[in-house]
């Protein structure tokens, strides 16, 4: 069966401070621990949506009814001060299929919103367009995977500029 993915609007700050959290955990935490961990600056209803999203991207694992941070990313994450998070969300945001649609249909001129709207249909995503449109220029843009032209507002993916490397083609041809 495959994977049904789901893009929630959340923000990329509160899923690295969730894969924070994780990483630095000796053990398996709850949705509760998790949500108490953050319960200074975010909601628990937010903290159990960006955990679900935190999953699909690769940063996190749920056992059971139990949470741990990714093995892949585990390390890097631990070890990496809050303005670096950044580059473990590139990592893991390079492999979601949903983001390299995205890049890809902006890389090649279609506009944010009508990309958005392939990909839901492509992969079957139940989320509103306007949400998976936003969802995923943010998150680009905190992995620094996009930037927005000051003056026309147009969306660019640098690194498509300069033509995709190998592993960024593979994964997008293993999203389709």
């Not at 969730?18 to 053990?27: D, E, G």
């Not at 990592?91 to 890809?104: I, K, S």
Request: proline share 6%; no cysteine; hydrophobic share 40%.
């Amino acid at each position: 069966m495959p994977t049904q993915f789901v893009i929630a609007d959340v923000s990329p700050d509160l899923i690295m401070d969730i894969a924070k959290v994780l990483s630095q955990s000796p053990y398996p935490l709850s949705k509760e621990d998790v949500a108490r961990s953050l319960e200074d600056r975010y909601k628990s209803s937010y903290v159990f949506i960006a955990l679900t999203q935190s999953i699909q991207l690769g940063l996190a694992n749920k056992q059971k009814d139990l949470f741990i941070s990714s093995e892949k990313y585990r390390d890097l994450i631990k070890r990496s001060e809050k303005l670096q998070l950044y580059l473990s969300f590139r990592a893991a945001l390079q492999e979601f299929p949903p983001f390299l649609l995205y890049a890809d249909f902006i890389s090649k001129g279609y506009s944010p919103e009508n990309a958005a709207t392939m990909i839901r249909g492509i992969l079957k995503i139940e989320s509103p367009r306007d949400k998976v449109e936003r969802a995923l220029r943010l998150w680009g843009m905190y992995a620094q995977l996009i930037t927005i032209d000051p003056q026309s507002g147009r969306l660019s993916i640098p690194e498509a500029e300069q033509g995709l490397p190998s592993e960024y083609v593979k994964n997008l041809l293993k999203a389709l």
